[in-house]
């Protein structure tokens, strides 16, 4: 996805027992072989540390935190400022470089994300299968999560997405295989039947998204990657602190309850689990529906 990227490694975490350290002495073994020049780790979790030990990296950085003692602060070289929470994240990882001098700019620099020809392309021909055109306005919605507690109801996004029908605009229901079950839901209530994504991959949205005229999300990574590739979105927060995790530049509106809207909600952002860790968030729950259709509205005029 970016031409800079040569290599993704991931944390074995599914496996188990014998297998699993297996994989994680494979892995370890790949890193080291590769002989990198700098180690940044963006989390605090324990096995960057263990990694700036034992790769011999030139130059190792993370952040300070105060869920970790000596050992972690000792085994970087340098290390950012501790999260706070009124800045994006998009500023706080950039600090890890400004901690070692590589990025010297005040502001970091926007999410960016090039969709070659050929994957527009093969989105283009599948929309027109499904009787979307290049002339039909377009509006992708996201609208599961893996953490249920960051959910609007299914009825709330049957009220949205039978509304912005009702203007004559397309609408396509984006997401993971895992999250099909909560988007065939939604499209079975819909007087007005939305068009459902089955097997796309993240390069497939990605494109999708760049086609759109405005992604409508809940707090999830489809936030981040309909910045990434220039359309306006708008993103529905509930537990989430969106100073920290909002879009990052570009065209965006963040919708999030809060004690002006009611006393109840003065809570919000909470960064729990759902209300008293019920898995269930109020501050999504009564989410007015109406408050998502007139941004959405209102941003799909000024695009």
Not at 19 to 44: C, G, M, P, Q, T
Not at 187 to 213: E, I, W
Not at 246 to 259: H, M, N, R
Not at 260 to 276: H, I, S, T, Y
Request: net charge positive; charged share 25%; hydrophobic share 40%.
């Amino acid at each position: 996805m970016n031409k800079r990227v040569r290599h993704v490694f991931v944390i074995p975490r599914d496996k188990k027992g014998l297998n699993k350290i297996s994989a994680y002495f494979d892995l370890f073994k790949r890193l080291f072989n590769e002989r990198y020049d700098l180690l940044a780790h963006f989390s605090v979790d324990w096995r960057g540390a263990v990694l700036a030990r034992l790769l011999n990296v030139d130059i190792s950085v993370s952040r300070k935190t105060d869920r970790r003692g000596a050992f972690w602060h000792q085994s970087f070289d340098f290390l950012a400022p501790m999260l706070d929470h009124e800045r994006p994240m998009a500023e706080q990882d950039v600090d890890l470089l400004r901690s070692v001098n590589l990025y010297k700019k005040s502001v970091a620099p926007a999410y960016e994300l090039n969709i070659n020809s050929l994957q527009k392309n093969k989105v283009n021909a599948w929309l027109k299968k499904n009787s979307i055109h290049a002339k039909n306005k377009l509006v992708v919605i996201h609208a599961s999560s893996r953490w249920k507690f960051k959910e609007i109801p299914i009825s709330s996004w049957v009220t949205i997405i039978d509304a912005i029908h009702s203007k004559k605009i397309n609408v396509v229901i984006s997401g993971s295989k895992e999250d099909l079950k909560t988007n065939e839901l939604i499209f079975g209530l819909c007087k007005s039947k939305p068009v459902l994504t089955k097997d796309f991959s993240l390069l497939d949205t990605a494109a999708l998204y760049g086609r759109a005229q405005l992604v409508l999300t809940i707090d999830s990574m489809s936030t981040h990657l309909a910045s990434a590739v220039k359309t306006p979105v708008v993103s529905i927060f509930g537990p989430t602190n969106e100073k920290n995790w909002g879009p990052w530049k570009g065209k965006y509106k963040v919708i999030g309850l809060s004690s002006q809207d009611n006393a109840m909600f003065k809570c919000r952002p909470c960064g729990q689990d759902g209300c008293e860790g019920s898995k269930i968030s109020q501050c999504l729950v009564q989410l007015d529906p109406k408050m998502v259709i007139s941004q959405a509205l209102l941003m799909l005029k000024k695009s």
